[in-house]
Structures are given as structure tokens and as C-alpha cells.
């Protein structure tokens, strides 16, 4: 495990999206399983930023998106296809075929999420797995009491995560129940995995998910256990854990 200190958000958003970079120029047809929430926003925006530049190519890039809502399709505006739409993937030459999420409008949960372990599979596995944390140490939709051994899975939306979302919707009732997720076996199969964490809220999660014991209890947890996992935080969201 490796972790990097950043000063603030901007730097943390920095700093992950050099890695993020490093790995495309690298190896230009990467694999990146990519993420929403607020965290990854600024990343994407500076790897945007330097698309314009000139800086990056993503035309043989493949992402793999981590979770979404079952019920939803592409064009519901809180569906997370458009959340990576109108965040990151509208600004740069990625191709549209090589753009992956998980069916939300497909009813059939299990097919929807074979298909999607399929993908990760014809992709080649994915290069670099980019993860934010919840309060509770989830990662994905991979909420306390997961089973490390699941792959992509149906999830019932705990109660605090379906109030934490509600704000993005008209109201509580229209929170979806379900989502598809990839599960903490399909992350842990990601060659490299990527954490970002920013702000006060985050660092009581940061040091139980990797100074405590590894326990489903904690998702993130068996992150600890990854051959190749990077945390980038910044001050605030490191500040209770010792770092020489
Ligand atoms: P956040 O969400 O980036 O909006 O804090 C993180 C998560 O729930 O995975």
C-alpha cells in the first residue's frame, strides 16, 4: 500500500490524474474502471485539461465503469453513464464502443451483471481501478457486510446511502433500490487500484479502512491486501493516520 499526500483537493485531483495519465501514455489501449461521486470530479476535469492540451489520447483507451442504478437507463440524468457523459467522456476522443457501464435498464439483474463480467474479461482484465470511499468504507456500491468473494452483483441500497443520493433526485421515492456493482472480487482483479479520498469527513474511514483490521465490515479494507494499490488523500482526509 502507498500513500500520497496532497496538500488540498486541487492537488489530490492532480497527483491521482498524473497516475491515471502515466498509465495511458504507457500503455495507450489501458483499461481504466472508473468511478462517480464527487471526488473523481476534479480529475477528470485536469485529465480533460490536458486532452486539450494535447497531453493525453484516450482514442484506444476502454473504460469500465464500477456501478449502476438498476431502473435507470443512459438517459436518466442521475444514471451514472450520463454522470461520466457530462463529467469526463463528452470532452475527450474516447470511443463511444469503448465506453462501459453496467446495464441499469435491463431488468434482468442476472444477466445484466454476467454480461458485464464479461466485458471485463473480453477487455482483458482492467489496467487500473480508480475508487472513492463512502463514510462507511464502501467502495463501489459495496456496502458494510459484502462479501469479498462477489463479482459484478445486485445490491440493495442500504438506508444511508439512499439518503445520502437523495438530494440528487426529486425526492427520497425516486432513489432507486438497487444497483448493479462490481464486487470487491472484480476490484481486487484490477492490476492497479487507485483510492482518493479529500476532506475532514473521510479520514476517520481512511484510518479504520487501512490501519484496522481487513473485515467486510469494511469494504476498502481488503484493499490493504492488493499488490499494487495507491491512496492519494489529501491533508484532511489523511490527518488521523501517521504517515514517515
Ligand atoms: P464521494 O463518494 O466521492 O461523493 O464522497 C464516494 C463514494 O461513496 O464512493
Redesign the pocket.
Known sequence: MKIIKAKDYKDMSRKAANIISAQVIMKPHAVLGL?T????VGIYKQLIDWYNKGDIDFSEVTSINLDEYRGLDHNHNQSYWYFMQENFFKYINIREDSINVPDGSNPDAKQACEEYENIIHAAGGIDLQLL???NDG??GFNEPGAAFELATHCVDLTESTIEANKRFFGSKDEVPRQAYTMGIKSIMQARKVLMVANGKGKADIIKKAFFGPVTPEVPASILQMHPDFTLVGDEEALSKIELD
Open positions: 468511478a461521486g464527487s471526488t473523481p472513492g470511499i463512502g464502501h467502495i
